[in-house]
């Protein structure tokens, strides 16, 4: 079973910065794809970011433009940089790694952005 921890959550004021790092217990390329999720509460979780197997990235549209996923295949690690963050960004954020969909979780990071 594969580990993801992720790290680098916190607290930030409106128009920050934050990145966040998720560590994979194995290698990245076993999965179809690596994914960044988000959970406000009271709603349900939604994808922020994906990056495929093949490089490829996409976005959810309220993201795109101010958050850039990437990996460093070296290190197992999968990236989420956050630029102009918002309010309503505050959530917590999970790292997936994806067969076809998610298939493992880790355990989340906070992140709040104050106005």
């Known amino acids: 079973q594969v580990r993801l921890v992720e790290s680098g959550g916190g607290l930030v004021q409106a128009g920050g910065s934050l990145r966040l790092s998720c560590a994979v217990s194995g290698s990245i390329f076993s999965f179809t794809s690596m994914g960044w999720y988000r959970q406000a509460p009271g709603k349900e979780r939604e994808l922020v970011a994906r990056?495929?197997?093949?490089?490829?990235?996409s976005y959810a549209l309220s993201v795109k433009g101010r958050f850039t996923i990437s990996r460093d295949t070296t290190k197992n690690m999968v990236n989420l940089q956050m630029n102009s963050l918002k309010p309503e960004d505050t959530a917590v954020y999970y790292c997936a790694a994806e067969t076809f969909g998610p298939s493992s979780w880790g355990q989340g990071t906070q992140v709040t952005v104050s106005s």
């Open positions: 990056i495929f197997r093949n490089g490829l990235t």
